[in-house]
Structure formats: structure tokens, C-alpha cells
């Protein structure tokens, strides 16, 4: 049983494992982008046609699909790398996998369409698969209490990442050839990987099975079961639908709609990408370390309540900038609003989640949660537009966004004298842990 009790700020932040998940982050956000954004630059460059760069780029849905297959990096224990442990012997496996990935895509290129497809995809499902293994080493390395610091460094590590495969890869394809830079983006993974070989194993005792058909059961049936067992039936669905709405403002927001409407007020692509792809990610870095220093210091709880409230407020700010006519700092002043409660939120967002795990099933259970937070705004995300065209306004469509955090935040207070969270002191709520 881990620990509970709560560490100060500084030993959160400076526990060694708090920087393992820097490197750890830095690696999951690597490959993003060179299977989506990025990629579509390249591609365009290599004179293919936007309908089959749009299909190609779309590699990168692997990654909301990944809880299908978290059983199988839950339960197999990997033959050889298996000897570094369950977790580190599939973060090494994902790793290589990108690494040799991305080279293959160099080595091919667009000019050899199918199998760099097929690689492509392979990359996408490996840097999936990197997400689960990195989330369930996580939330198995340290206690609830030390969990907003490692998801504060692995947020930092992430970011970095973007900055480094999206905005460093095109400054470098203007000095030399698409091929080199995906090279130059594999040798940065060789870092994360020997911060693997450097990390410890999580003391978890697993469960071993005997046949397919009792491994089925326990990677498959047993980690919903499980969850629905130790909550309820009931409140196990009620705490689903909150993980549904915790996030439905700040993704409704990350969807298609916020480019086109940029540049209706006027900014251009250059002021775009300097305040909301470079500045923003730094604002955002800077929400997730408060939003890690707020559960350091007062559990996840309150800190989760603040950032849904803070979430939905941000996106108020955008009403800000209809009309703004290519103001700058406008620009800059909301990005800094709204990228700072987004990171916050992240943060606390999956300190919660992380609570609600049971660590014999950390990589399904984990999956789930962190897919089914995305849903709902990518939804509401998919008819923005339908709905800006409707109501003849952006401005309708931001009010929405924020008014939808409201049952997020009806959810939390009716949940909050039903649900114990894992680190919490409760004898009722102990009875039930498996």
C-alpha cells in the first residue's frame, strides 16, 4: 500500500521521480505531432493532394482508440524486456519502436506512399502505446498526494516536445531535407530512453495468470468490474460522467473552430503562432506547475473544483477578441488567461483520475479515464462550426463552452461526500479498496 502521507511542496517537486516523468513526458509528446501537424507540411511539400494528406495525418486518432489495447500493457509481461520490469519493459519497447519508426519514415519517404503509411500508423499506435505505459508508471511511482508535481514535470517534458516537433522541425526543414529532420527527432529520443534504463521499477505486486482464458478475464472484464465493484454501480456511472464533463470547455475549445476564428479578427498566421504555439505553451507550462503545487499543498480535490470553474471562465475570454482587428496584446493577454486555467486544469484534472485508480489495473483503467475526458468537447468540438453558422456568432458559441462546465460542477459537490479518493483518510471508504 503506497503512502499517504502529504509531502511538502519541495519534496514533491524534487523527488526523483518527479524528474523521470520530465523525460517520460518529453517522449510521449515527441511523436505526436510527427504523425499529425507536422507531418501534413511534409507531405504537402512532397506535391501530395489535401484529401490524402488530411487521411494520412489522421494517424494520429490511434491515440483515441489506445484503452482498446492498455489490457495487453497491463498483463503481458514482454519476453526479454521484460526483465526490466512490467512498466519499464514496455516504455523501453515504445520508445525503440518510435525511434527505429521515425527513421523508417525518413529512410521511405512520401515518395514511397504505401509503406510510409503503414510506418506512419505504426509510429501513431507506439506512441499510443508510450501514453499508456507512461501513465501507469506514473500513477504507480508515487502516492496520490505526490501526483500534481509528476504530472506538473511530465507536463513540461510534453510541452517541450511540441515546441521541439513542431516549431523546431520547421525552422529546420527551411535549412535542410524533411528526411534529416526526422532523423535529428529520433536521436532526441535517445535521452528518454536511457532515463529507463536508469529509473526504478514500481514496487506493485502483480497478478499472474495461468491460461488465455483466465488472462482474458483479468485483463479484459476484471479492470471495469473492479471499478464498478469498489464504487458502486450507481456512483461508479456518476463518477464516469463527471470524468465525461470535467474537460468538455477546454477541448470544446482546442477543436477546429479556434484557427478559422483568429484569422476573422484579423491576426495573422505569424501573430498566431507566436503568442498561442510559443508563448502559449510556456503560459500553459506555468498552469500546470501551479495546478501541481495547489494539490502538493492542498490535496486534489479543491484544486480540481478551481480549475473546472477556472476552465469554463477562461474560455469567457475569448468574447475579448471579436472584433479585435489583429490586436497583439489582446491576443496575448487572453492567451495568457485562457492557456494558464487550461494548464491548471490538466493538471488537477489527472491527479483526480490518478486517484481513482486501482494499481492491479493501472494502464486499462487509466486509458479509459483519459479517453473518455477528451470525448465530449471533441463532440462539441465536431459542430462548432455548425453552430457559430447557426447563431450567426462565435460569441454564442464561447458562452456555451463555458456554460457546459456547469453539471462538471454540480457533479463535484454530489459527488464529493460519496467518493473517497485513494490517499484520503477514510476507514469506510478502505473497506472497499480490493
Excluded: C
Amino acid at each position: 500500500m503506497r503512502d499517504t502521507q502529504k509531502p511538502s511542496v519541495w519534496q514533491a517537486f524534487t523527488q526523483p521521480a518527479a524528474w523521470t516523468m520530465f523525460f517520460f513526458g518529453f517522449a510521449s509528446g515527441l511523436p505526436f505531432l510527427l504523425v499529425a501537424g507536422t507531418l501534413a507540411y511534409w507531405l504537402r511539400e512532397g506535391g501530395l493532394q489535401l484529401r490524402d494528406i488530411t487521411m494520412i495525418a489522421s494517424a494520429g486518432m490511434a491515440y483515441s482508440f489506445k484503452f482498446l489495447w492498455a489490457p495487453l500493457v497491463d498483463r503481458w509481461r514482454l519476453p526479454v524486456l521484460g526483465r526490466l520490469g512490467q512498466r519499464r519493459g514496455w516504455l523501453l519497447l515504445a520508445m525503440l519502436a518510435v525511434m527505429l519508426g521515425l527513421l523508417a519514415m525518413a529512410g521511405l519517404t512520401p515518395q514511397r506512399l504505401t509503406v510510409f503509411v503503414w510506418v506512419t500508423v505504426a509510429v501513431a499506435v507506439f506512441g499510443a502505446t508510450l501514453d499508456i505505459a507512461v501513465d501507469a508508471y506514473r500513477v504507480e511511482i508515487a502516492p496520490p498526494v505526490a501526483q500534481g508535481a509528476l504530472v506538473a514535470t511530465y507536463s513540461l517534458g510534453y510541452r517541450l516536445a511540441l515546441i521541439a516537433s513542431g516549431a523546431l522541425a520547421l525552422v529546420l526543414a527551411d535549412h535542410t531535407v524533411w528526411p534529416n529532420v526526422y532523423r535529428a527527432m529520433a536521436a532526441l529520443m535517445l535521452v528518454p530512453i536511457a532515463t529507463v534504463l536508469l529509473a526504478r521499477e514500481p514496487d506493485v505486486v502483480r497478478v499472474r495468470v495461468q491460461n488465455f482464458a483466465e488472462g482474458l478475464r483479468e485483463g479484459v472484464v476484471e479492470p471495469f468490474a473492479d471499478f464498478f465493484r469498489r464504487f458502486g454501480g450507481a456512483l461508479g456511472l456518476m463518477i464516469l460522467v463527471f470524468i465525461l464533463s470535467m474537460k468538455i470547455s477546454d477541448q470544446a475549445i482546442v477543436g477546429g473552430i479556434i484557427g478559422p476564428f483568429y484569422l476573422d479578427q484579423g491576426f495573422s498566421k505569424t501573430q498566431i503562432a507566436a503568442v498561442t504555439k510559443v508563448y502559449g505553451i510556456w503560459v500553459g507550462i506555468a498552469g500546470a506547475f501551479l495546478g501541481g503545487v495547489a494539490v502538493a499543498r492542498w490535496g486534489v480535490r479543491w484544486p480540481l473544483l478551481a480549475g473546472i470553474v477556472l476552465g469554463a471562465a477562461s474560455n469567457l475570454l475569448y468574447l475579448a477578441l471579436i472584433g479585435a482587428d489583429g490586436d497583439t496584446r489582446l491576443l496575448t493577454l487572453v492567451i495568457s488567461g485562457e492557456n494558464l486555467a487550461q494548464g491548471f486544469l490538466g493538471t488537477t484534472a489527472v491527479a483526480y483520475m490518478s486517484a481513482l485508480v486501482n494499481q492491479r489495473y493501472t494502464a486499462t483503467q487509466y486509458a479509459l479515464f483519459s479517453s473518455l475526458i477528451m470525448l465530449p468537447g471533441k463532440v462539441l468540438g465536431f459542430f462548432s462550426g455548425r453552430i457559430v453558422e447557426t447563431y450567426q456568432g462565435y460569441g454564442s458559441y464561447f458562452v456555451l463552452t463555458a456554460v457546459v462546465a456547469v453539471p462538471a460542477v454540480l457533479l463535484f459537490f454530489w459527488l464529493y461526500p460519496r467518493v473517497k479518493l485513494a490517499g484520503e483518510e477514510a476507514d469506510d471508504f478502505a473497506s472497499r479498496r480490493p
